[in-house]
Structures are given as structure tokens and as C-alpha cells.
């Protein structure tokens, strides 16, 4: 089949490949984790659609855009340098960003997840880099992005949707939220997208970092947290 693939139907495998790399139908479990909104729900901290934009805005701006999307670069940049090395580094320094036990969990069990579904789909690094690779989910989203020849470009855009897709689907659950607020909802913070995934491309080193006090607070308070729908 793949002898078949003509050269100049490359670019548009790739973004069909990166659609299947971040579709919610992709066997990896990203829906049942909320980080922390089912416990600000439950806390009175969102409430309704501009509460939900609100939470999201900071999350992008700092969490997605200062810390996930830096490492991303850097792991997408390891892959492609074929360096496991430089992935198990990159990768640690991501997990060990986290804050709560559960989304040090949420990172592992991710990672797990993907290497699996990668090594089943017959990508030979995600069997001999398994370990390297374990720490973040990041990880082996960037090998299978190196591996599907998608940009690096459109691999951070479409984890950066990914994540919002996820996030406005668990608050579609817990606020809740109609499916048309969920929607306005992505549609107005995917403007956003775009220039946080530009600007994570040209941090340095030293200025990667996140400080997102209240998703950590929201966080460990789930995992105490008495009745619950999400993991985290």
C-alpha cells in the first residue's frame, strides 16, 4: 500500500495522519482525564461559559504556551535527531513540571498508552525507545509526528488542539455546558492557538516554565475529591 503513495501525496498523508494523531477516537484514554476542572466545578470556580474561557485563556497563555509546547519543540527536535537521549531529558523536565500526583499519573499513563498504540501500529523506535519516551505523553506524540513526516509546526498546533478539544469536552460534562456554548468556546479560544505555538518555537532553554497555582490546587484537590467522573 505504501508503494502506492505518490511523492506529491506526502504533505496531505501527513495532515491526515496528524487528524488521526489527535482524534478523539484515538485509543489513548485523553477523555477521561479533566486536569482539575471537574474539582473547580465542584469548588464554585466555573460556573458558565466566560468562567470556562477564563480558565482555559490562562492555561494556554502559561501552562500550553510557556512549558508543553517548549518541550514538544524539543522532543520533536530529539526524534527527528534520533537522539533517546535527549527524549528521556526533555521528557523528564516535562513530568517533573507537574505539580499533583494525578497529573504525574496523567503523563505516564498517556505516554503508556501511545507507545503501545505506536508499537501495535509497527513504528520500531516506539519499541526500542520505549523507556526514553515513557515520562510524557508529549514524547511519543513527537516520535510518531517525526516518524508521519508532519511539520513541526502542524505536530504543536495539533497537540495544542488536541488538549482544548479535550478540555471544552470535559467541561461540556461537568459545568455543563450546551454543545453550542462548547463550540463558541472553541472556536473563539482556537484563535489563540496559532500564535502560542509560533511563540513556543522561539523560547530558549532557561525561559521555559509554567506557573499555574490554581490547576495545581484544582488538581490535588480532586484526587481527594469524593465522588468523581474524570481521573483527574
Not at 510524557?136 to 517525526?146: G, K
Not at 495544542?160 to 456554548?181: F, M, R, Y
Not at 463558541?184 to 530558549?204: K, S
Request: charged share 20%; with cysteine.
Amino acid at each position: 500500500m505504501r508503494s502506492m503513495i505518490m511523492p506529491t501525496d506526502t504533505g496531505k498523508l501527513a495532515q491526515l495522519r496528524l487528524m488521526q494523531l489527535t482524534s478523539p477516537a484515538l485509543p489513548v484514554g485523553g477523555f477521561t482525564y479533566s486536569q482539575g476542572i471537574e474539582w473547580a466545578v465542584e469548588a464554585g470556580w466555573l460556573k458558565d461559559v466566560d468562567g470556562l474561557v477564563d480558565w482555559l485563556s490562562g492555561l494556554i497563555d502559561d501552562g500550553l504556551g510557556g512549558l508543553e509546547l517548549p518541550l514538544l519543540v524539543r522532543l520533536y527536535g530529539a526524534c527527528q535527531a534520533d537522539d533517546p537521549a535527549g527524549v528521556a531529558r526533555w521528557g523528564k523536565q516535562l513530568f517533573a513540571s507537574r505539580e499533583s500526583r494525578e497529573l504525574r499519573q496523567e503523563e505516564r499513563n498517556r505516554a503508556r498508552a501511545l507507545i503501545s498504540l505506536l508499537r501495535d501500529l509497527d513504528m520500531d523506535r516506539a519499541e526500542a525507545w520505549s523507556d526514553e519516551l515513557s515520562h510524557c505523553q508529549a514524547a511519543p506524540f513527537a516520535l510518531a509526528a517525526v516518524e508521519w513526516q508532519i511539520s513541526p509546526e502542524d505536530c504543536l498546533l495539533g497537540y495544542a488542539w488536541s488538549w482544548l478539544e479535550n478540555q471544552v469536552a470535559a467541561a461540556i460534562k461537568l459545568v455543563p455546558l450546551g454543545q453550542t456554548d462548547g463550540q463558541r468556546v472553541q472556536l473563539h479560544l482556537a484563535e489563540r492557538l496559532p500564535g502560542v505555538c509560533a511563540r513556543a518555537m522561539t523560547i530558549d532553554d532557561d525561559a521555559i516554565g509554567a506557573s499555574a497555582p490554581a490547576l495545581a490546587i484544582a488538581s490535588a484537590g480532586h484526587e481527594i475529591q469524593y465522588t468523581r467522573l474524570f481521573r483527574s
